[in-house]
């Protein structure tokens, strides 16, 4: 297995910066499993509202898989919802936050969950690479840290552990305020 590549750049998961136009791009970011009791989502907020905004099917999705089940998302810790773009852009809803950051709630990433979301975009991205030549590049933001109340330092012992050494090139945007 080739070693994999990590890659720091500013800018904007929205906008991916590919490094050949024939790259297949995963965007990966952690949503919550809703928001009250029933377990409503809403994606309203960071990195979830500007996917919500570009792909407006990134939230439809999100809003179908609150459906499946009676309690809504409460019980998708752990579960992931592929949202295929086009042919080279998929982006991945993790299900890893319980509910959203308040003075009750301040760390509402859960790792375990986390964990499981990501070891399932390698099983996904293996599956895709069964079907094509071309390189498939995960361009995250950075994700489990400021409205998830996590520590993204752990989260990128994540990255490397779990798709790093899966040789997955990963890029992390770190976004830049106009």
Request: proline content about 4%.
């Amino acid at each position: 297995m080739k070693k994999a590549i990590l890659k720091y750049i500013t800018g904007d998961v929205t906008e991916p910066q590919k490094n050949t136009d024939n790259e297949i791009v995963i965007i990966p970011h952690c949503c919550n499993n809703g928001t009250n009791e029933k377990g409503i989502g809403v994606m309203g907020a960071g990195v979830a509202l500007a996917l919500r905004n570009k792909w407006p099917q990134v939230y439809e999705q999100y809003k179908k898989m609150e459906l499946e089940f009676e309690t809504g998302l409460k019980e998708r810790l752990g579960d992931n919802d592929y949202v295929k773009i086009d042919n080279h852009l998929v982006v991945i809803n993790m299900i890893a936050q319980n509910q959203i950051m308040s003075e009750d709630n301040p760390y509402p990433i859960k790792y375990t969950a986390l964990i499981k979301c990501m070891t399932k975009v390698v099983d996904y991205i293996r599956m895709i690479q069964t079907q094509t030549k071309n390189p498939i590049v995960i361009h995250s933001p950075e994700f489990g840290g400021l409205r998830a109340g996590g520590n993204f330092e752990f989260v990128k012992e994540l990255i490397r552990e779990i798709w790093l050494e899966n040789g997955i090139n990963v890029m992390i945007y770190k976004f830049k305020e106009k």
